[in-house]
């Protein structure tokens, strides 16, 4: 702990080494000074009545503990702090001793104590969306695979929009099951995974639903890049959601690339980049946390759950933004390795690297 002492003056007279190093002083820089040189700005004054109601009735006291109370360095930078004081008796009058904690480690650690209590809140509504959207999707899967089997006089139009139907059932309940995973930590079924097939077949998905023709792609893929182990689920989720955010922040052109991750070695990048509103600088720091949200009906859990997915995949996502200018997320993956033990597991005879993982990939997300 650092250690103050200061007259009823507000004066003060010592420092000791873990004070100092705290600060970032030296003792001689502040005996003589009053103790609000340690305050924030926005605190002293408040501090100094404090300081003078203290002073009337002196009795030892811990301060902190539910109140907000900030130490101020050297170089201005604040710190968390909890403070203990205690009254000394000497014969040249009354002196302070204050001992400091700084607790931002402390505050840190109850920070991911409460996010784990968001985590552990969303297992259980997870589990429960998991079990009740699940008989509901099973009906409707049963009633038009006996449709498409049954009835053989249905339209060409008619039969494609069953199967249609029939490919997002299945979607929702992988992505029902995958939300359940993603919130116990238990990782899904991992595969091969060709990112540039994956980029199409989002892109495909959310092009069923266009803006009168408003909305353009654009994609710039590398296709020599080597798959990566991926749980496909998540994976498209992941772009789906992006891609989706820059349709909603009225974006007219998405442009998509993949390639080689600059100074990571082994590691694809994948950028989304979109010509809409942009995101404010205040806001870009929360864009991850659970439940902060700009959208008026949005559940602010998207971006958290896209994030989880990339950083269980040993991954990252970075964010760039422009306000009037368009928006930039860039999600960087471990590549697979390209041994030839590797490719002789993953490739059937007969068929390229690239070809398998095309055709795995596109089976997948398809469900046939």
């Known amino acids: 702990e650092g250690i103050i002492s200061a007259d009823s003056n507000g004066m003060i007279r010592q420092l000791n080494p873990r004070g100092q190093e705290m600060f970032g002083y030296h003792e001689m820089e502040l005996v003589g000074q009053p103790i609000e040189v340690l305050v924030p700005q926005r605190f002293q004054y408040r501090h100094e009545a404090h300081r003078s109601a203290f002073f009337l009735t002196p009795k030892s006291r811990k301060m902190g503990r539910g109140m907000e109370i900030a130490g101020r360095r050297k170089d201005g930078s604040e710190f968390p702090v909890e403070i203990s004081l205690n009254v000394v008796h000497t014969h040249r009058g009354k002196l302070v001793i204050a001992f400091v904690t700084d607790i931002t480690e402390r505050r840190a650690m109850e920070r991911v104590a409460r996010r784990n209590e968001t985590v552990d809140a969303l297992a259980a509504v997870a589990a429960g969306i998991a079990h009740e959207l699940n008989n509901p999707l099973a009906v409707m899967a049963s009633r038009i695979e006996l449709m498409l089997a049954a009835d053989q006089d249905l339209s060409v139009q008619t039969r494609d929009d069953l199967l249609v139907l029939q490919k997002n059932i299945e979607r929702a309940s992988r992505i029902s099951h995958n939300m359940l995973s993603l919130a116990r930590q238990r990782p899904g ?16 998905i959310v092009g069923a639903e266009p803006r009168g023709g408003v909305l353009r ?45 600059p100074g990571r070695a082994g590691h694809l990048s994948l950028s989304i980049t ?23 009906k949005g559940t602010g859990l998207g971006l958290w759950l896209s994030q989880r997915i990339v950083q269980d995949h040993g991954g990252s996502i970075t964010v760039e933004s422009i306000v009037g200018e368009g928006t930039t997320f860039a999600i960087t993956l471990p590549t697979m390795g390209e041994s030839s033990s590797d490719r002789a597991k993953l490739t059937p005879r007969g068929e390229s690297p690239a070809s398998s993982q095309i055709a795995a990939a596109r089976s997948n997300q398809s469900g046939r």
Do not use: C
């Not at 079924?189 to 495909?204: K, L, P, S, T």
């Not at 749980?231 to 349709?247: C, H, K, W, Y």
């Not at 979109?274 to 659970?290: E, H, M, N």
């Open 274 to 296: 979109d010509d809409g509103a942009g995101i404010a600088s205040d806001v870009l720091g929360k864009l991850f946390q659970p439940f902060f949200t700009t959208k008026a």
């Open 217 to 261: 792609y654009e994609t710039i893929l590398d296709r020599s890049l080597p798959p990566v182990m991926a749980e496909p689920t998540g994976v498209e989720q992941v772009l789906i959601n992006f891609i989706l955010n820059a349709r909603d922040a009225g974006a007219h052109l998405i442009r998509i690339e993949t390639g080689w991750a």
């Open 189 to 204: 079924a991992r595969q091969a995974v060709d990112m540039n097939a994956a980029v199409e077949e989002a892109i495909m």
